[in-house]
Every structure is written in structure tokens, then in C-alpha cells.
């Protein structure tokens, strides 16, 4: 804004002079000139606020040109945002266009492939259902074949059925006669303590029956011992032709000699109270075989 201007005030021209002028006595002349400046002071005073209003008018006149022009930029601004906003509304309404086009084709493509990929897997269902028919008819008829052959085989398996029944009859038989063939035998020290077995079987029933622990032994000639079991052994001599032998035991920290004993005798012996046994089945030259017979729990 500019500064104001302050202008003189007006010039009044003075009054004409009077054709003549009456005497005024001194206290009238004061007054006038009183009066004379007061109205030259209201004379500047109204000059002075006229410049004033005619100030504040043109300032007012360039403020309203300053805010038309403020108004017109922004109307064309308003003007360029609107056709920049329409001109976006238009992109995006043609590329959400383009998307759903797009998008149709797509649809479109997706259902003639799925439509093309169930056809060609009702085509290969209907062939595999084919196929397994002709291999389930296959196996029906390898099956009848098998059946066919399995009753032949049954019919040689139940011939096979009798002959085991009469083999096992025949084996229980030897059972009943293996158990009929135990017998209790006094031992050389007098005492029967239990079954006494004379060969293979017999010692096998002897280990089913479980009532005593059965350790087998085969002994050699030579001149260590031989551990069986808790006890130890050695052959000193056999004679095969009257089936008799010698051996030295040490049990519980002894050593017995049973000398020129016989086969099927139970050489008896104590062990912590115990009575333990010593039977041999077989004598060959410098060898026999037998077997230890124990109780199960030893007396302390």
C-alpha cells in the first residue's frame, strides 16, 4: 500500500472588501478572528478527511482488483484440476474397461480348457474302466484255473493229512514208549532221586518235563579237566567191550573217583546238599557221552 498524501487545503479566495467599514470597538475584532479560525480550522480538517476517504477509496479499488485477480486464479485453477480430475476418471474407467475385458477372455479361456480337460479324463476313465474290465475278467479266469488247481492240491494235501496222522500216531506211540522206557534207578549211593534217560530221546523228554536242570556232556581222554556245568570232569579210562569207564569229578572243592562204573548208572555226588548225578549213555574207546541232571534250586 502506498503512503498517503496529505494535500494543502483548498484556497478560499477572501471576501470582497466592503465599500466602507464601520469603526468595531476592540473586543469585537477578537471575536471575529476567533471565529475566523475556527472555521479555517474545520476548513482544513474537512479537506483533510476528504483526502483521507479518497485514500481509503483507492486502496479499497486495488484491494478489490488484487482479490478479482486472486478470485480469476483460482477459478482457473479450479478450471485445470477439474479437467485434470475428469481427464483421470476417464483413464481409470478405460483401464478398469481393459480389466474387464481381459478378465472375460480369461474366463472365458479358462472354461474351454477345463471343459477340454474334462473330456479327455471321462475319455481315459472310460479307457482304464475298459482295461480293468478286461483284466478283472483275466483274473477271474486265472482265479477258476488256481481254484481249480487248489482242489487238486487239496485233494493230495488231505491224502498228505493221513499219512502225517498215521506218522503222528505213530510218533506219539514212540512218545508212550519213551516215557514208559524212563525209569527211576538207584544211583551208587544208594539214593533215587529221579527219571534216568538211556539215549537221545529219552534225555529230551527228561529236559520237557523240566523237574531237574539236564546239561549233556561228551568227554575226551586227556589229562585237564573238563568243565561241565558247576563241576568238573576227567576220563581216565573206557573199556567199549563190557561198557565200563573210570572218571575223576570235583564238585563243592572235592574230587571223587568213580571207578570202572557202568553205563546207565547214576554216579551220584552232593553239591551244597544237594544231590546232583552223573549218567553215561555211551562208551567208545577214550570217549563217552552223557549228561549232568541237577535240581533246580540248590539246597544251602
Known amino acids: ?112 480348457e477345463a471343459l477340454t480337460y474334462t473330456d479327455e479324463q471321462r475319455k481315459a476313465l472310460e479307457a482304464e474302466q475298459q482295461a480293468t474290465k478286461a483284466q478283472l475278467n483275466s483274473s477271474i479266469d486265472t482265479v477258476k484255473q488256481s481254484a481249480d488247481s487248489a482242489n487238486a492240491k487239496v485233494a493230495d494235501v488231505n491224502n498228505d493229512v493221513a499219512g502225517v496222522k498215521t506218522d503222528l500216531s505213530a510218533t506219539k506211540s514212540d512218545l508212550s514208549q519213551t516215557k ?26 527228561l529236559k520237557r518235563r523240566g523237574e531237574r536242570d539236564i546239561v549233556e556232556f561228551s568227554l575226551k581222554k586227556q589229562k585237564n579237566m573238563q568243565k561241565v556245568s558247576d563241576i568238573s570232569l576227567r576220563l581216565e579210562k573206557t573199556d567199549p567191550k563190557k561198557n565200563k569207564f573210570t572218571v575223576v569229578l570235583v564238585a563243592d572243592d572235592k574230587t571223587v573217583e568213580k571207578k570202572d562204573r557202568n553205563i546207565n548208572e547214576p554216579l551220584q555226588f552232593y553239591v551244597s546238599k544237594s544231590l546232583y548225578e552223573v549218567v553215561v549213555n555211551t562208551v567208545g574207546k577214550d570217549q563217552i557221552t552223557g549228561y549232568l541232571s541237577k535240581p533246580k534250586y540248590q539246597n544251602r
Open 1 to 112: 500500500m502506498s503512503s498517503p498524501q496529505y494535500p494543502y487545503a483548498p484556497h478560499t479566495p477572501p471576501p470582497p472588501p466592503p465599500s466602507y467599514v464601520l469603526p468595531q470597538p476592540p473586543e469585537s475584532n477578537l471575536k471575529l478572528a476567533l471565529a475566523a479560525g475556527a472555521i479555517v480550522a474545520s476548513l482544513a480538517l474537512n479537506g483533510f478527511l476528504l483526502f483521507q476517504v479518497h485514500d481509503l477509496k483507492t486502496e479499497t479499488g486495488h484491494n478489490q482488483e488484487i482479490m478479482q485477480n486472486e478470485i480469476d486464479t483460482i477459478k482457473e485453477n479450479s478450471t485445470v484440476m477439474t479437467a485434470a480430475q475428469r481427464k483421470h476418471v476417464e483413464d481409470l474407467r478405460e483401464e478398469l474397461e481393459n480389466k474387464s475385458r481381459q478378465f472375460n477372455q480369461a474366463a472365458s479361456q479358462a472354461k474351454k
Open 180 to 205: 514208559s522206557n524212563l525209569q527211576r534207578v538207584a544211583g551208587d549211593l544208594g539214593q533215587t532221586s529221579g527219571l534216568v534217560a538211556t539215549n537221545g530221546s529219552e534225555i529230551a523228554e
